[in-house]
């Protein structure tokens, strides 16, 4: 079991917080470990730290400023039990890993923090280039470094009113999605415990359509070797 905190904003503008335990499986860790405390998010008035962040502020978005509506936060332990968690390490982005000032400085992010990746070829299999990505599946000892810091570390996720994407130090990284998928991994004994922690959703399907697909870089990868 782990524990999970959640800020809401509820439709009198008010915020919700609320602790929650539940079970540690990728279900409930997704929606909390994106981004590692000190995270800047580009807000309108400028960056901030995701945990500083409120349900309320408006961040930028690729559709413009949008508010906030949930931010969902756990802890990340280092060493837990190999097949207890999903978090068994995190993402260090070095400067400029992505190229100028992406990101400006070192970022490390968590195992459900997907970023925006084009490819030219996509556009005849599904009409688009942009997809969605695991930014971990990067990790390639050099640019990004798979690493297990050896203290705890707070991982946040953030939700939009729509899933989009928005501006983390220079890279486009998608907002929370539980995925299409949801209900049918969790299953009728799991799904109000789940919800529960989501008191601005009634059901699953207000969480609305994934603004963008999602794949792996291996699927990209057979794409450029085509």
Request: glycine share 10%; charged share 20%; proline share 8%.
């Amino acid at each position: 079991m782990r524990r999970y905190e959640a800020a809401a904003l509820m439709p009198d503008l008010g915020v919700a917080w609320s602790t929650h335990t539940a079970p540690a499986i990728p279900a409930f860790e997704e929606a909390t470990s994106a981004f590692a405390r000190g995270t800047l998010v580009q807000t309108v008035g400028g960056p901030v730290a995701i945990e500083d962040l409120l349900p309320g502020d408006y961040v930028e978005t690729a559709r413009g400023p949008e508010p906030v509506i949930w931010i969902g936060s756990t802890t990340f332990v280092p060493n837990a039990p190999a097949g207890e968690t999903m978090l068994t390490g995190l993402t260090r982005v070095l400067s400029e890993g992505f190229g100028a000032a992406r990101p400006a400085a070192d970022i490390v992010l968590g195992p459900a923090a997907r970023m925006v990746v084009e490819n030219g070829r996509l556009r005849t299999l599904i009409g688009q280039s942009r997809v969605l990505v695991p930014v971990s599946h990067y990790a390639d000892g050099d640019r990004l470094l798979p690493i297990t810091p050896a203290g705890s570390v707070q991982l946040y996720h953030l939700m939009l009113r729509r899933h989009g994407t928005i501006r983390v130090s220079g890279i486009e990284v998608e907002t929370y999605h539980p995925g299409t998928a949801i209900k049918r991994q969790l299953g009728d004994a799991l799904a109000d415990r789940f919800l529960a922690m989501f008191p601005n959703v009634e059901r699953f399907d207000d969480f609305g359509d994934l603004s963008l697909p999602r794949t792996t870089r291996e699927v990209l990868d057979g794409l450029s070797l085509r």
